[in-house]
């Protein structure tokens, strides 16, 4: 029971799987491409949790941040939370606008997870889940981002971060203001 | 503190084990009695404390300690006692602390059976096994701790995934994981004969009843697995070839070619590396399966969570494969064949098809499952691989396999004569073919409907017509009655006539699998109150709704009243079930089985005052044969299994 270099070979033929299966760690497979990027974004209107009335239609020429989320979403809800009100404290003065649409969710728990927080930005709940479907909103946390047009310029499953958010906004908003500048200026300003 | 008793005893657990391991070889090789003997106590030792672990885990999911993230997520208060218990297998964390557990009593069991017997395996089938042992607790202290703490402790649980929340949830995974871990017991004796090079066929005939008690698992494991898939998953089917199915079913296939071909070795010395390959297939086809649902490289309606588990198993996938691989290759001299097949009509060209088929199903089924993967690898396209392809593929494989588990009992070893092999096959190629012609006349026309019937049927025939020879025999040889005739063909020869008790099990379930994939009759309408569907003989007529709460979710029921051929037969409520956390209502089917169809109908979705609702029926034929099928199969293994010295014991009590 020699190891010639010959037999040497034949364990190393099962290489080649081992590395497509190590390839597969590369892909996601949830990951397809949404059919709703580049069309017009379904239109909805929102009661907000503190009774105002919301439209899409109305935010037409602002850059508009849809967000789905949810007071149970554990933890990619909680991660994203901050990120979401800072950007919106950062743009609120650039056409921009962030809509929280909480789903699946009871008003008390979803009241506490704002309040947590510290939400300014409008949410409101999608009480029938009819502008999640609208949306093909697969899991829970997801964000879309609208262009000025209206369309649908980009989608992210899962925690959205600061750098994706400020990249994709920048870009529609076809200017570059950098998101942390915006903040500290913020807080100097309170 | 329930938490820290557990993670203190998997990292003991994970220290002995490592010792167990080391200390069976160096004991061996030094000739060291004390040390082995304490390598076989680590044994024992691993599997109390991983039995403490479960046991921490499993306190704190009855007393709904939410301290624990992983009770957290899988349990809820509102739980009967029952999915509290079964929360350890909900989700990744816990699964793999029952298939440590189980790994560990399996262990140990080896090491008091087997105390001071085949010393020359054993050192390295505790290293194996202890090494594999390892692995799991490993895993479970890196990547997926079942104890993660969580903070703040919330009120609540989260609860299982809701399409868990079934019996079947009892049930299925725990057969599955006997069937999977049960296999690694005959691999660790592969192994001991590859590197003890003691590579007789006495490493088979220690594990034989091992791989068929794992085998049986296994198929017990998949086949209940269709029923729950049937029952609750309310889509009218038993089997979607995902990805994760094919994980079980692959390393099924692989112990199915294996328990036939070591029979092969065992008569004839022959297929010695055929038959070390084929369960190093099986044992590595299961951890593949296990690295496929967690790794998350492929979608599945089965996947757990994704994280670093993935790259565990990976890891430990290619451990086994280069060195199960490296030891066959250096070994592949000293496993020259001592038979050769001497005709193309006997036994073993019989088994050797059999092999052939089983593997190249296998084969088809790992390259529909890895397609996407590759397909992406090398042309950067999502594609998926569906059940259309599976279906094309499988059909005429099975077909083939089908036949030759009603030839091959009949053939002698070493081969027959024609005509002898055509005395055995006259009278059920005959029975099989009046089958298939009975079913054309009675106006079935799919090809492959037609001879699935007919082979099933010759299948049995042969099995029936086995019994009768060997009972005929015995009343004429030792003038028993019929009765205790048949109970003596299985006392001498319990793997044959179990054997021949399973096939009929097999053809069972292949007439129940082509006649509901063929005539399923499927309805879907939307009903005011009072309007009826019809499907096949059945008329369904829709009532109302009516609305209660369960422990963890708002059912909603339409109430249908059915006919049947112009009679009402009763009444169903299928359901939609909410759930506070989940997007989608879950439905919970309403099903009538019967012996030649079932009925089974649906909820879509409905009015909330009751004026309409919209209903799926469906009228699916024979499926309730394939789980008598599954059922018979199970039987027929427990007969092969009956422990030989039980059954002559009691049959001499009955003579004294």
């Known amino acids: 029971m020699t190891l010639t270099w010959k037999k040497l070979?034949?364990?190393?033929?099962?290489?080649?799987?081992?590395?497509?299966?190590?390839?597969?760690?590369?892909?996601?497979?949830?990951?397809?491409?949404?059919?709703?990027?580049?069309?017009?974004?379904?239109?909805?209107?929102?009661?907000?949790?503190?009774?105002?009335?919301?439209?899409?239609?109305?935010?037409?020429?602002?850059v508009v941040v849809v967000n789905f989320w949810a007071s149970w979403c554990v933890?990619?809800?909680?991660?994203?939370?901050?990120?979401?009100?800072?950007?919106?404290?950062?743009?609120?003065?650039?056409?921009?606008?962030?809509?929280?649409?909480?789903?699946?969710?009871?008003?008390?728990?979803?009241?506490?997870?704002?309040?947590?927080?510290?939400?300014?930005?409008?949410?409101?709940?999608?009480p029938r889940g009819k502008i999640s479907i609208d949306y093909g909103v697969y899991g829970i946390p997801e964000?879309?981002?609208?262009?000025?047009?209206?369309?649908?310029?980009?989608?992210?499953?899962?925690?959205?971060?600061?750098?994706?958010?400020?990249e994709h906004i920048n870009r529609l908003l076809g200017e570059a203001p950098r998101m942390e500048d915006r903040r500290k200026g913020h807080e100097r300003k309170t | 503190m329930t938490a820290d008793l557990g993670n203190i005893a998997l990292w003991i657990a994970l220290v002995?084990?490592?010792?167990?391991?080391?200390?069976?070889?160096?004991?061996?090789?030094?000739?060291?009695?004390?040390?082995?003997?304490?390598?076989?106590?680590?044994?024992?030792?691993?599997?109390?404390?991983?039995t403490m672990a479960l046991l921490s885990l499993e306190y704190a999911l009855i007393t709904s300690d939410f301290s624990i993230q992983y009770v957290v997520f899988n349990s809820s208060r509102n739980y009967p006692v029952w999915y509290k218990i079964a929360g350890l297998w909900g989700a990744l964390e816990g699964s793999l602390l029952l298939w440590a557990w189980m790994q560990a009593v399996l262990a140990a069991l080896v090491v008091l059976l087997y105390w001071r017997k085949h010393l020359a395996f054993l050192p390295y089938v505790i290293a194996v096994l202890m090494g594999i042992s390892a692995f799991f607790v490993l895993v479970m202290l890196i990547p997926a701790n079942p104890f993660t703490q969580h903070f703040p402790v919330p009120l609540e649980g989260r609860g299982l995934n809701p399409l868990l929340e079934d019996t079947s949830m009892l049930v299925h995974p725990l057969l599955l994981y006997s069937g999977y871990v049960g296999f690694t017991v005959p691999y660790a004796f592969a192994m001991a004969a590859l590197i003890t090079g003691r590579l007789s066929a006495e490493w088979l005939y220690i594990t034989r009843r091992w791989a068929v008690t794992a085998w049986m698992f296994l198929t017990a494991g998949i086949i209940y697995g269709g029923w729950w898939s049937y029952h609750v998953l309310g889509w009218g089917g038993y089997w979607a070839w995902d990805p994760v199915e094919n994980a079980s079913f692959m390393p099924w296939l692989a112990g199915t070619a294996y328990i036939h071909s070591v029979m092969t070795q065992e008569k004839r010395g022959m297929l010695k590396v055929w038959n070390l390959a084929l369960i190093s297939l099986t044992f590595a086809l299961v951890i593949f399966g296990t690295f496929l649902t967690r790794s998350g490289i492929l979608t599945s309606v089965h996947?757990?969570?994704?994280?670093?588990?993935?790259?565990?198993f990976l890891a430990l996938l290619a451990v086994i494969l280069l060195s199960t691989v490296t030891l066959l290759t250096l070994r592949a001299d000293q496993l020259k064949t001592e038979g050769t097949v001497d005709s193309v009509l006997s036994r073993e060209s019989a088994f050797l098809f059999n092999n052939?088929?089983?593997?190249?199903?296998?084969?088809?089924?790992?390259?529909?499952?890895?397609?996407?993967?590759?397909?992406?690898a090398v042309r950067g396209?999502?594609?998926?691989?569906?059940?259309?392809?599976?279906?094309?593929?499988?059909?005429?494989?099975?077909?083939?396999?089908?036949?030759?588990?009603?030839?091959?009992?009949?053939?002698?070893?070493?081969?027959?004569?024609?005509?002898?092999?055509?005395?055995?096959?006259?009278?059920?190629?005959?029975?099989?073919?009046?089958?298939?012609?009975?079913?054309?006349?009675?106006?079935?026309?799919?090809?492959?409907?037609?001879?699935?019937?007919?082979?099933?049927?010759?299948?049995?025939?042969?099995?029936?017509?086995?019994?009768?020879?060997?009972?005929?025999?015995?009343?004429?040889?030792?003038?028993?009655?019929?009765?205790?005739?048949?109970?003596?063909?299985?006392?001498?020869?319990?793997?044959?006539?179990?054997g021949l008790v399973v096939h009929l099990g097999v053809a069972l379930l292949a007439i129940g699998i082509a006649s509901s994939s063929t005539f399923q009759v499927q309805r879907e309408q939307m009903l005011k109150k009072g309007e009826a569907l019809e499907a096949g003989s059945y008329r369904v007529r829709f009532d109302g709704i009516t609305g209660s709460r369960g422990p963890t979710h708002v059912k909603v029921q339409g109430i249908f009243t059915v006919f049947n051929d112009r009679h009402e037969a009763g009444q169903m409520t299928p359901a939609l079930r909410f759930y506070p956390r989940q997007q989608e209502p879950i439905a919970e089917v309403d099903y009538w089985i019967g012996f030649w169809e079932d009925l089974y109908v649906i909820l879509g979705s409905f009015d909330r005052e009751g004026n309409w609702a919209v209903i799926k029926v469906m009228v699916n034929p024979m499926v309730s044969w394939i789980w008598m099928g599954g059922a018979i199969m199970v039987l027929g293994t427990l007969l092969a299994l009956w422990p030989a010295r039980f059954r002559s014991a009691a049959v001499r009590g009955e003579r004294s």
Request: charged letters at 15%; glycine letters at 12%.
């Open chain 2, 356 to 376: 052939l088929l089983l593997i190249t199903f296998c084969f088809t089924l790992f390259l529909g499952t890895i397609f996407p993967l590759l397909a992406e």
């Open chain 1, 75 to 126: 933890p990619a809800c909680y991660e994203e939370a901050p990120v979401l009100e800072a950007a919106w404290r950062a743009y609120r003065d650039s056409d921009v606008v962030i809509v929280g649409v909480n789903v699946q969710d009871t008003e008390e728990a979803a009241r506490e997870f704002m309040r947590r927080f510290e939400f300014s930005f409008p949410n409101g709940p999608d």
């Open chain 1, 9 to 62: 070979l034949v364990p190393l033929s099962v290489l080649p799987v081992l590395f497509l299966l190590a390839y597969g760690f590369r892909t996601d497979p949830r990951q397809v491409p949404s059919p709703l990027i580049e069309k017009e974004a379904p239109p909805f209107a929102l009661t907000l949790f503190d009774g105002e009335h919301l439209s899409l239609e109305k935010l037409r020429g602002k």
């Open chain 1, 143 to 166: 964000t879309f981002i609208l262009d000025k047009e209206g369309r649908i310029a980009y989608k992210h499953i899962g925690a959205v971060t600061a750098e994706t958010l400020s």
């Open chain 2, 16 to 50: 002995v084990a490592v010792y167990g391991a080391v200390a069976a070889i160096v004991g061996h090789r030094q000739g060291r009695p004390a040390l082995l003997d304490s390598a076989y106590n680590g044994v024992l030792v691993h599997c109390a404390l991983v």
């Open chain 2, 303 to 312: 996947a757990f969570t994704q994280g670093a588990v993935g790259y565990f």
């Open chain 2, 381 to 498: 396209v999502k594609v998926s691989v569906g059940a259309p392809y599976f279906n094309y593929v499988a059909g005429p494989i099975a077909l083939g396999l089908l036949f030759l588990m009603g030839v091959g009992p009949v053939i002698p070893w070493r081969g027959g004569s024609w005509g002898g092999l055509g005395r055995n096959l006259l009278g059920p190629g005959v029975v099989g073919l009046a089958a298939g012609a009975t079913a054309f006349v009675l106006g079935i026309r799919g090809p492959s409907v037609v001879a699935t019937y007919a082979v099933a049927v010759f299948v049995a025939a042969i099995a029936v017509q086995e019994y009768y020879r060997g009972i005929r025999a015995r009343r004429k040889t030792a003038g028993e009655g019929p009765l205790r005739a048949l109970g003596q063909l299985f006392a001498r020869n319990r793997r044959r006539y179990g």
